[in-house]
């Protein structure tokens, strides 16, 4: 018997590739799990604590929480729950909703945030690496400090000027109410926006972007083909972008875990109700099974996007498929 | 290759930049007018011409006022009542009437308090057999023009344990009347205060009584070796009727009367003393002066208890002065500044005002518009001191709102800080005290962190 | 690509947002926490309570002079002996649903929050009554367990309808929590995205409503609370910080309301645990503690002497609170055997040296923590600091007392009832403070009915709490709530906020 051919050889080693990836993928939703509940329970204080002062109710409310388990136990108990759609119910936020209902909505929200910082670091990457490719800018420089900056601060540096500002002005008298002021309160797009920008530059997404462009840019420009093109009069921008969509990829799945991770902090400081601020109150108000959801999903989201941007990118570089 | 596309995105970037941050600018002072001078209004005339306008405008007319007697003044100022009557001359006199109304506010908390006392009490539990509380409630009702209740106190007092209270109660009881002397005081030491009292009235002086009122002046013990003490039921009324006949000795005429006062004018002052005169509530004086009608303040309270309609007149009043304020401000002298704002004249008139308002409206059984006049009327800043904008008024007329409304316990947060400055006025705080303890029996007792 | 979008896009957004409506004519509040259970059988935050007096209703309420009114009875009848009371119920009260209200309901309610398996935190509200029974559709009979004089004042507990539960042994996970129904003059409308609350006032509710929506929003910086009453995105602000009020004064578009606390801020110290149970030691570092320092960058208020408030009637103007005296302390720390070596005191080799816990949330707590630390220290104290949040807090505190030293406040009702705090027995004295003198005093205190021996009796306590230096009192803070001037009509309740609500009108 001959080995298999060619085409087959390849195509089991893509599989076993992306086997590979999935089994990661279910590994790090374990893990991430495991990690969230053995933290919650080292922490002092639990659910069944902030209800009950009485120790006879205390007792009582902890074993109907299902609190005296040891974590491993608990967490196993979850895990099973959780690949079969069950999330659990959550304890002190809102006690006895089901966790999928209540991270639906606020997941949604944050969607949105991760996507459009996502886009908006994309695409300002890519602009602003096309712009000043190659020359040592001041606007890069800028760019890069600000990047370095804690999210918190920018947010709330932000969030507190502009406010102030508006505030000042309206006190003397000089300008009347805008509608978009008071950011916590009232749902405008100026908010979204602040909220998208600071978490697209903050998680530094937006500086990684543009030096990867950047390289990429040169190496293209250098290229035999773009020349090629140019000389017969071809549009050149097909040919880089389908080039940039590569190394792209690889920044934005890269970048996706710090996305979810900044959601957190941009949506305290702008009040924006997704699942970044709902799980700081979980964590807080010691809702294990609600913070164990959130982790589940987010865990999920940012797994689910390396995969995707793997399809992706084997899909898009014909070259791929044969390195494996 | 790249000059001159990049240069043209450069500039291209410049000028999106720029426009953008010239839109948020525009955006921003959408609206914008330029600072005009405040208006001070069509009032301004009004307010020019009281004592607070003209002091400011030529503060030589305050200092050959004030040197007279500067400690006397500033201390009426202060509103540092008991040095100022100490002072003596005209402010020693108006200090003198300041106290008397104090020490008649209190002495209708002192009585209401009482009686409410004794009879929650009895309602919970029934008075203790033969304890002397009978007489003190009795003598506390008799004080405050109710004969009728104090006989049926006194008939029971009869009864008392202590011998010295049974006797004092025999020898009161038929008696209606606190204007004439007792016959003997058979060295029965309540008989002796009893007379005490009448003296003081008689001759027009407190004798120390005040000094003594800062203790109890009976004690009792039960047959379970509980102690009981009693204060001084009369001394508020006393203090009251004394310091009334003393500040009007020496009537104070022009300036001297106005300033420092809720009167505006010299005529507003002159018309108000002869309606309080004809019979009007003492310590009104000023609450219905013409001028500040003039200026949109109009004293109407209404037929209900209505603390909006308070509210709606003090808003009145600042609307009318802040603006005002303002636009003085920036004519003014140095000197005329530093007085204004030093000793805050609108803000002592605005204080002086409001008492006299608020206790217009306990006058006319309003107790939630005084409450709400003076809390918005309070500052904040100094919570719970005496001071030029916070004078002992608004504590007492406090005191009996909350209590006229039920709120023993806030009633005495307002004693207390009266109290804390005039130690006779243990009494009237020990026996509000009393009646909280009694209203709070019974209630589920909790507690909360934060 | 066009050089002009930018600009372009930049006009977009504003006018859009621009054109978004501004809102009006409901009253928003803010609250530190959403409430997690509209339940009042699980009521656990402030900010619960607070929904409950809009939604539900009890048999007695209190009326605008905090007297016992009834609400949900028309007449009652208590027996001669005291040791029952007939209720006869309102007849035109219905459910927020339409369902009419009923006896079967108070019974009901009795019953669940009697049912251990309830596990209700509100038991002990209803513990003094034997059995309720339904005589009638409006009338019910109540037994009590020992003779009541004033039952009217314990009736104040929120009624459940019974229809929407399927047994007395309620479950927090009960769907009712977040669709709750009650006979109240607000109905919960809705759970607005941003964890907002909607309230609609009932239309069929039994007397008129002033305010026809009231918004509840969740705004968790207590900074910002203030901020958003200043812009007018919010009407109400149930309590000012303390750094706030300055600015809230001078504004007129805003009211400030003074609330009766009846509260104060402790340093308490752990008594079953040395150095701490020699008093020396802690009257020493009583005596290290400059108070009027601590209170003057947090706000103003009246330093105490002891477990009373100053204008309290149990508070003893006898007794001057602990000052700082360097001399003292070092003195008492030397008699009971420390030495002083260098910037530390010592004995048998151990330096004395505390951990002083804190709460997180509170805050103005962490200013006050670090003043503290600076204080004893320079007296030679070495101190560490720490802050739990709320959970660690009542796991360490409350339940395991495991602490060196806390900064903590209590709020006390009407009744200032200092029994938990100071008596053996007590389920709040985390210091597990025992002075056999004080528990018989406060033992007397509790039963007693005449004024001037409890007065007496809490007098003596207030003395020997203050020698025996278990805490450290500190302050009372003064407190108020804020209200925008298109709030109009008024009155607050000192307790729940909302009790009078139906009277407040809006411009």
């Known amino acids: 018997m001959s080995a298999p051919p060619p085409d087959r050889r390849r195509q089991l080693a893509l599989l076993s590739a992306l086997g590979r990836r999935f089994g990661a993928f279910v590994l790090t939703l374990l893990g991430a799990a495991l990690l969230a509940q053995v933290l919650l329970w080292s922490a002092p204080g639990d659910a069944a604590d902030l209800l009950a002062g009485d120790p006879e109710l205390r007792a009582a409310l902890v074993v109907e929480m299902g609190l005296d388990r040891p974590p491993h136990v608990a967490w196993w108990a979850f895990v099973t729950h959780a690949l079969g759609g069950d999330l659990g119910r959550s304890l002190t936020y809102r006690p006895g909703m089901a966790v999928l209902e209540l991270v639906q909505p606020a997941a949604l929200r944050s969607l949105v945030l991760v996507v459009g910082a996502l886009v908006v670091s994309l695409l300002v990457g890519t602009a602003l690496a096309y712009v000043t490719a190659g020359r040592r800018s001041l606007g890069r420089r800028l760019l890069q400090a600000v990047s370095i900056a804690p999210v918190f601060l920018m947010a709330w540096v932000l969030v507190v000027g502009l406010n102030e500002w508006a505030f000042e002005l309206m006190l003397q008298d000089r300008i009347v109410r805008p509608s978009w002021f008071a950011l916590p309160d009232q749902e405008s797009l100026l908010k979204w926006a602040l909220a998208i920008g600071v978490l697209a530059v903050g998680s530094s997404a937006v500086t990684e972007v543009h030096s990867a462009c950047e390289d990429e840019l040169k190496a293209i420009r250098r290229s035999g083909y773009v020349d090629a093109a140019r000389a017969r009069g071809a549009r050149l921008w097909p040919h880089v972008l389908w080039n940039l969509v590569p190394p792209l990829t690889t920044i934005a799945s890269s970048r996706a875990a710090f996305f979810v991770g900044g959601l957190v902090v941009v949506e305290k400081v702008l009040h924006l109700n997704g699942v970044g601020a709902m799980l700081w109150q979980a964590c807080r108000l010691r809702d294990v099974p609600l913070a164990l959801g959130i982790t589940f999903v987010a865990a999920a989201v940012v797994c689910g996007a390396r995969l995707l941007a793997d399809v992706l990118r084997v899909t898009v570089d014909p070259r791929l498929r044969t390195q494996t | 290759m790249r000059s001159p596309r990049s240069s043209a995105a450069r500039t291209d970037a410049l000028r999106t930049g720029g426009a953008a941050l010239w839109l948020l600018l525009g955006v921003g002072c959408a609206g914008c007018n330029d600072g005009a001078a405040p208006d001070p209004g069509p009032d301004a005339a009004v307010l020019d011409a009281s004592w607070a306008g003209l002091l400011a405008r030529t503060p030589t007319h305050f200092t050959d006022l004030v040197d007279t007697n500067r400690i006397g003044w500033s201390a009426l100022h202060a509103n540092r009542l008991p040095a100022a009557r100490l002072a003596g001359g005209v402010p020693g006199a108006r200090a003198a009437g300041e106290l008397a109304e104090l020490y008649g506010d209190l002495a209708r908390v002192d009585s209401l308090a009482w009686q409410a006392m004794v009879e929650t009490w009895e309602s919970r539990s029934g008075l203790p057999e033969g304890s002397a509380v009978t007489w003190f409630v009795g003598l506390a009702a008799m004080e405050s023009g109710q004969s009728d209740l104090a006989q049926a106190w006194f008939a029971r007092a009869k009864d008392a344990t202590d011998p010295r209270v049974a006797q004092a109660a025999q020898v009161l009881a038929g008696r209606d009347t606190l204007d004439e002397p007792l016959a003997d005081t058979l060295g029965n030491p309540l008989l002796e205060r009893f007379d005490a009292h009448f003296e003081a009235r008689r001759s027009v002086q407190l004798m120390g009584l005040l000094e003594e009122g800062v203790r109890p002046i009976f004690e009792e013990t039960s047959a379970t070796g509980l102690q009981r003490s009693f204060f001084d039921p009369q001394l508020n009324w006393t203090a009251e009727a004394v310091l009334r006949s003393e500040a009007a000795q020496r009537s104070a005429e022009g ?119 003076v809390q918005v009327a309070m500052d904040l800043e100094k919570p719970r001191q005496i001071g030029p904008l916070n004078p002992p008024g608004f504590y007492a007329v406090t005191a009996e709102a909350q209590l006229l409304t039920g709120h023993t316990r806030e009633a005495l947060d307002a004693l207390q800080v009266l109290a804390d400055a005039y130690p006779e006025l243990a009494g009237v705080d020990e026996v509000v005290g009393d009646l909280a303890i009694l209203q709070g029996l019974d209630r589920h007792g909790d507690s909360k962190e934060n | ?262 509260s104060w801020w402790y340093v308490g110290f752990n008594q079953v645990r040395a150095p701490f149970d020699d008093p020396a030691v802690r009257q020493a570092i009583s005596s290290l503690v400059d108070i009027d320092a601590l209170l003057a960058p947090i706000g103003t208020g009246e330093v105490l002497s002891g477990p009373f408030v100053k204008s309290s009637p149990y508070y003893n103007h006898k007794v001057e609170p602990w000052t700082y005296d360097d001399m003292q302390a070092s003195s008492l720390l030397e008699t009971a055997g420390w030495v002083r070596e260098a910037d530390t005191w010592t004995k048998d080799g151990e330096v004395l040296t505390l951990v002083l816990t804190a709460h997180q949330s509170v805050e103005s707590s962490q200013e006050v923590v670090i003043n503290l630390q600076s204080q004893l220290e320079a007296g030679g104290v070495k101190v560490d600091v720490e802050f739990l949040d709320e959970a660690a807090w009542k796991a360490r505190i409350w339940r395991e007392r495991n602490f060196d030293v806390i900064l903590s406040q209590w709020s006390f009702d009407r009744n200032e009832d200092v029994y938990e705090q100071l008596h053996s027995n007590g389920s709040r004295n985390f210091g597990s403070y025992a002075n056999e003198s004080v528990d018989e005093l406060l033992d007397r205190a509790r039963t007693t009915t005449d004024p001037y021996e409890k007065k007496a009796a809490l007098r003596k306590v207030h003395e020997l709490a203050h020698d025996d230096a278990p805490m450290v009192f500190l302050w009372t803070l003064d407190s108020y709530a804020a209200l925008s001037t298109k709030v109009s009509n008024v009155v607050i309740h000192p307790f729940y906020f909302f009790t009078y609500v139906r009277e407040w009108r809006m411009k």
């Open chain 2, 255 to 373: 300036l001297d009367a106005l300033i420092f006062s809720g009167c505006l004018t010299a005529e507003d002052l002159t018309q108000e003393t002869a309606r309080i005169a004809a019979g009007g509530r003492h310590g009104t004086l000023c609450a219905l002066a013409p001028s500040w009608a003039q200026l949109g303040v109009e004293p109407n309270l209404g037929e209900t208890d209505d603390a909006e309609q308070a509210r709606l007149i003090v808003r009145a009043l600042d609307a009318a002065v802040d603006p005002w304020r303002k636009a003085l401000g920036d004519s003014l002298t140095d000197d005329g500044a530093e007085l204004l704002d030093g000793l805050n004249l609108p803000g002592v008139l605005r204080s002086r005002y409001l008492l006299a308002l608020a206790r217009h409206a306990l006058a006319a059984d309003h107790p939630r518009q005084a409450l709400a006049i």
């Open chain 3, 1 to 262: 690509m066009s050089t002009h979008a930018g600009p372009r896009l930049l006009i977009l957004a504003l006018a859009v947002s621009f054109a978004l409506p501004a809102t009006g004519g409901s009253l928003r509040y803010a609250e530190d926490q959403a409430p997690g259970i509209v339940n009042p059988v699980f009521t656990t935050t402030m900010s619960e309570a607070r929904v409950n007096e809009l939604i539900f209703d009890g048999l007695y309420t209190d009326n605008q002079e905090l007297a016992s009114e009834p609400a949900l009875v028309s007449s009652t009848t208590v027996d001669d002996d005291r040791s029952g009371m007939t209720l006869n119920l309102r007849s035109d009260v219905y459910w927020h649903d339409g369902t009419p209200f009923t006896a079967d309901d108070v019974v009901f309610t009795v019953d669940a929050m009697k049912n251990e398996e309830s596990l209700s935190t509100e038991a002990g509200r209803v513990s003094w009554i034997d059995a309720a029974e339904a005589l009638d559709s409006a009338t019910v009979r109540l037994t009590f367990v020992q003779p009541e004089l004033r039952p009217e004042d314990k009736l104040y507990f929120k009624i459940l309808p019974k229809h929407k539960f399927e047994g007395t042994a309620l479950k927090r996970s009960d769907p009712f929590r977040s669709r709750p129904l009650g006979t109240g003059p607000y109905k919960l409308d809705r759970y607005n995205d941003d964890n907002s609350i909607t309230f609609t006032a009932y239309e069929d509710f039994r007397s008129s409503t002033g305010i026809s929506e009231l918004v509840m929003r969740e705004v968790s910086d207590k900074n910002y609370q203030a901020k958003l009453l200043l812009y007018e995105s919010l009407e109400a602000l149930v309590r000012v910080l303390p750094r706030d009020l300055a600015v809230l004064q001078n504004n007129r578009k805003v009211e400030l309301y003074p609330y009766q606390t009846n």
